[in-house]
């Protein structure tokens, strides 16, 4: 035993060299001094340059990477159990082992693996099967990007990098929009974690204008979490300050 916790009942806790978190609704686990060891922060690194295991699961090949964060309380409910209708999907879900030995997954659009990556050892471990092409909208301020016909493949968008596991950096001032155009119609889904129980963005303004055919959409995304819609072309806009700097997780689009 490493560490216990007790809420009437005491639990045993046997960490294994594996990232352990507080389970079952435990409110404090208490760890012995034997079982701390105090260094530095886990920090990013490359993804080109992060280490990796190469492993297998239900006879699939992944890598097993470390994150140096995951947002898992903000994304819980979009985590799944690794079985079933997700086996045939896991080239677009990333996998989580779980201390009971099984596993869960969360769609890419949960998390940007490339800027979530440490090459430390107490990192939480994440499968990865395949990347897609990325793009992040606070570093196309400005720019129209043309999707060639010839990837029909899925695009990710995120709001800024290190989504899932950083939060959203809350600058001076942005005034910023970012234009997705493609000659034959596609589809994107709009994945928002912006705005607060009040429906408000703290302070910034967020939205969308999606056009086909002869068809033109505007939306506030800061009243909006969820999105679907065809398009040609889309603009994402985010101007202001923010009020009180809350927490956002930020937000990410899928484009098919």
């Not at 216990?4 to 990232?19: D, E, L, M, P, V």
């Not at 208490?30 to 006879?59: K, L």
């Not at 985590?79 to 082992?97: A, I, Q």
């Not at 086909?212 to 800061?222: G, H, I, Y």
């Amino acid at each position: 035993m490493t560490a216990f916790a007790f809420s009437g009942i005491c639990t045993a806790y046997q960490f294994n060299r594996q990232h352990c978190s507080c389970l079952g609704g435990e409110k404090v686990i208490y760890v012995a001094n034997s079982s701390i060891s105090y260094g530095p922060p886990a920090t990013v690194v490359p993804f080109r340059t992060a280490p990796y295991i190469n492993t297998t699961v239900e006879n699939i090949e992944f890598k097993q990477y470390q994150l140096v964060n995951f947002f898992s309380d903000v994304f819980s409910t979009v985590m799944k159990s690794f079985d079933g209708e997700l086996l045939s999907d896991y080239r677009y879900n990333y996998v989580f082992p779980r201390v009971d030995g099984g596993y869960n997954a969360a769609h890419f659009v949960y998390l940007d693996v490339a800027f979530c990556v440490t090459d430390s050892p107490c990192g939480m471990p994440v499968l990865v099967n395949t990347t897609s092409p990325t793009y992040y909208i606070l570093n196309e301020c400005g720019n129209t990007i043309q999707l060639s016909p010839l990837n029909d493949g899925l695009l990710y968008s995120y709001s800024h990098p290190g989504f899932g596991c950083k939060a959203f950096p809350d600058g001076p001032t942005y005034n910023c929009s970012v234009t997705f155009t493609t000659a034959n119609t596609r589809s994107f889904f709009y994945y928002g974690y912006f705005s607060g129980a009040d429906g408000s963005c703290d302070g910034y303004t967020l939205g969308l204008e999606a056009t086909w055919a002869d068809t033109s959409k505007n939306v506030d995304l800061c009243s909006t979490a969820k999105l679907s819609e065809p398009f040609n072309s889309v603009t994402i806009t985010l101007r202001g300050t923010a009020a009180a700097k809350t927490f956002k997780a930020g937000f990410s689009i899928y484009m098919y």
